[in-house]
T-cell receptor, first 115, second 113 residues
Framework: AQTVTQSQPEMSVQEAETVTLSCTYDTSESNYYLFWYKQPPSRQMILVIRQEAYKQQNATENRFSVNFQKAAKSFSLKISDSQLGDTAMYFCAFMSPNAGNMLTFGGGTRLMVKP | ETGVTQSPTHLIKTRGQQVTLRCSSQSGHNTVSWYQQALGQGPQFIFQYYREEENGRGNFPPRFSGLQFPNYSSELNVNALELDDSALYLC????????????FGAGTRLSVL
């Protein structure tokens, strides 16, 4: 079974600064995907960024980037130039095609961006 | 916008009742997954349907059941509601060939009294 751990229940950052959210996971699978989802107060999960485990290069999407350390089973999210609209719950998630393509989520990190 | 809509947005039921939650996906999204998100926690996988057949199930009892229809809509049914069933229920759909990207609806908030 896969597990995903987010050790930071809450974080805050000043607008325009950079923040890093941590995520670790445990799996015996070799083929898998990792995701960061954002859940604002509107409740809808929005995909922020995706990483394929076989790719060594870290994924980047505009102000969002990841630090994927496969050997350490670590997958952190860096948000640069934080904006007020980034305030939300952030969930790290794992999926393996060999384990049914279901998402296993961490417990989430509540991020507050302060003006 | 993800193109996934769920109804109703909120629902209040009493213990022992039955409930049906609905989800409508984009055309071509023939895989749908349902998740339960308790307050303050991450979502938990309930089950997945692919081409109208159950394709995987999480650690949920049989009173949680589902249906998927040819028009890319789906249902989650819960019988004999318990207080612990109070949660946000999320539906997520995937496009054929891109199963690793799931697009979520805004969820149905179920309160069991």
């Amino acid at each position: 079974a896969q597990t995903v751990t987010q050790s930071q229940p809450e974080m805050s950052v000043q607008e325009a600064e950079t923040v890093t959210l941590s995520c670790t996971y445990d799996t015996s699978e070799s083929n898998y995907y990792l995701f960061w989802y954002k859940q604002p107060p509107s409740r809808q999960m929005i995909l922020v960024i995706r990483q394929e485990a076989y790719k060594q290069q870290n994924a980047t999407e505009n102000r969002f980037s990841v630090n994927f350390q496969k050997a350490a089973k670590s997958f952190s999210l860096k948000i640069s130039d934080s904006q007020l609209g980034d305030t939300a719950m952030y969930f790290c998630a794992f999926m393996s095609p060999n384990a049914g393509n279901m998402l296993t989520f961490g417990g989430g990190t509540r991020l507050m961006v302060k003006p | 916008e993800t193109g996934v809509t769920q109804s109703p947005t909120h629902l209040i039921k009493t213990r022992g009742q039955q409930v049906t939650l609905r989800c409508s996906s984009q055309s071509g999204h023939n895989t749908v997954s349902w998740y339960q998100q308790a307050l303050g926690q991450g979502p938990q996988f309930i089950f997945q349907y692919y081409r109208e057949e159950e394709n995987g199930r999480g650690n949920f009892p049989p009173r949680f059941s589902g249906l998927q229809f040819p028009n890319y809509s789906s249902e989650l049914n819960v019988n004999a509601l318990e207080l612990d069933d109070s949660a946000l229920y999320l539906c997520a759909s995937s496009l054929e060939g891109t199963k690793n990207i799931q697009y979520f609806g805004a969820g149905t908030r179920l309160s069991v009294l």
